[in-house]
């Protein structure tokens, strides 16, 4: 089967401009997540999508950051305006629930990441 | 809060010797532990995890940990690595009751010829 997708791979911006990256997932996940790690760091999640509800965003820095998931399959990750601190590589993973753990226990696949700098 | 600590940033060995990369989290529930990989330009993928039962778990290319439920701790085994086991290792927990699953910071295993 086709993993997950993401695109661009690379990116480079000037601060205070917008960005977006793209994830396509595992057909038939339903459980779709979006991380930010910061080199030397680990995945830090962003995001979290249950078809196309949110789960949790508690760490999404709403202020400057935005995702969607239209139609439970597909997602998009926006960044209006960048800042320097946003450097990173952002992975995108997908799930399919494990019904025994609540989805807890599930397996993430992820997707290459595309690399963020912010200039 | 639940939190997840690898004791090492690195650990360089050599081929054909064992390894162990150690992982300690801290819940005050029950926990489903992870190993993930990430190979270099590659995104991570499972290596081994444990949701119940018991405690050794296998992975795959020979890989194994065990759950230490006392000593809240998930160390990584390898009996005998090779070069291609060069790679960034990344130990995770979630819990069960909606919490969102917390990634350790990695051990990046470089073993040398």
């Known amino acids: 089967e086709a993993g997950v997708a993401q695109s661009p791979r690379y990116k480079i911006i000037e601060k205070r401009q917008s960005v977006a990256f793209w994830c396509n997932p595992i057909?038939?996940?339903?459980?779709l997540y979006w991380y930010q790690q910061i080199l030397g760091q680990g995945p830090k999640l962003l995001i979290q999508?249950?078809?196309?509800?949110?789960?949790?965003d508690s760490q999404l820095p709403k202020d400057r950051f935005s995702a969607e998931r239209l139609k439970g399959v597909d997602s998009t990750l926006k960044i209006q305006p960048a800042k320097l601190e946003d450097s990173a590589v952002y992975l995108c993973?997908?799930?399919?629930?494990?019904?025994?753990?609540?989805?807890?226990?599930?397996?993430?696949?992820f997707g290459p990441g595309t690399r963020l700098t912010v200039l | 809060a639940q939190s997840v600590t690898q004791l090492d940033s690195q650990v360089p060995v050599f081929e054909e010797a064992p390894v162990e990369l150690r992982c300690n989290y801290s819940?005050?529930?029950?926990?489903?532990l992870f190993w993930y990989v990430q190979y270099p330009n590659q995104g991570l993928q499972l290596l081994l995890k444990?949701?119940?039962?018991?405690?050794l778990v296998k992975g795959i290319n020979g890989f194994e940990a065990e759950f230490n439920k006392s000593q809240t701790s998930f160390h990584l085994r390898k009996p005998s690595v090779h070069i291609s086991d060069t790679a960034e290792y990344f130990c995770?927990?979630?819990?069960?009751?909606?919490?969102?699953?917390?990634f350790g910071a990695g051990t990046r295993l470089f073993v040398k010829a």
């Open positions: 444990y949701l119940s039962g018991s405690t």
């Open positions: 999508f249950q078809n196309n509800g949110v789960v949790d």
């Open positions: 819940s005050s529930v029950s926990v489903y």
């Open positions: 057909s038939g996940h339903a459980t």
């Open positions: 995770a927990v979630s819990m069960d009751g909606g919490f969102k699953t917390i």
């Open positions: 993973a997908s799930s399919r629930t494990d019904t025994t753990t609540g989805g807890w226990g599930d397996t993430q696949y």
